[in-house]
């Protein structure tokens, strides 16, 4: 079987184990071995030109992927994703110890957290307008109308 062949089974292989494998870097190896099957079979090279082809279109083809893919922005309707403390922004919460400046313990879902901000007796409720660290920073919460 010609060398070429070889190259684009190879190439092909790379594709499928693309496929299989997490991550997204096979690709242009695989495209790189694919496009050095053609050549070899189109004009005849032997071992060495098509190794240094394969370097030069691996290369290029790294190159291109990332130009293309780097700066894709994903599109998500969660701003704050990844980005946990940010997601608590505007929650409310429940006091559980006094808070002042200095600290106190709010209650937020199922767990607790330390906080400081307004000054709020245990039972009131807060809203968190920042984070700092693992620190909740908070304020009253507006009361319901009388």
Not at 26 to 35: D, E, K, P
Not at 64 to 79: D, E, I, Q, T, W
Not at 92 to 121: F, K, N, P, Y
Request: glycine share 14%; net charge neutral; aromatic share 10%.
């Amino acid at each position: 079987m010609d060398q070429g062949w070889w190259w684009l089974i190879g190439g092909v292989l790379l594709l499928i184990a693309e496929v299989l494998a997490p991550g997204f870097f096979l690709l242009f190896i695989g495209v790189a071995a694919m496009v050095t099957g053609l050549f070899v079979l189109l004009f005849g090279f032997g071992l060495a030109p098509a190794l240094a082809l394969f370097a030069i279109y691996t290369a290029l083809a790294v190159y291109l992927g990332r130009k293309v893919y780097a700066n894709r922005p994903v599109a998500s309707s969660a701003r704050h994703l990844n980005d946990r403390s940010a997601q608590l922004l505007g929650r409310s919460a429940v006091a559980v110890t006094a808070i002042d400046d200095h600290g106190g313990r709010v209650r937020l879902g199922d767990g607790e957290w330390s906080a400081r901000g307004a000054s709020v007796q245990p039972g009131e409720r807060v809203e968190i307008i920042g984070v700092e660290g693992n620190c909740l920073i908070v304020e009253a919460a507006p009361k319901l109308g009388a």
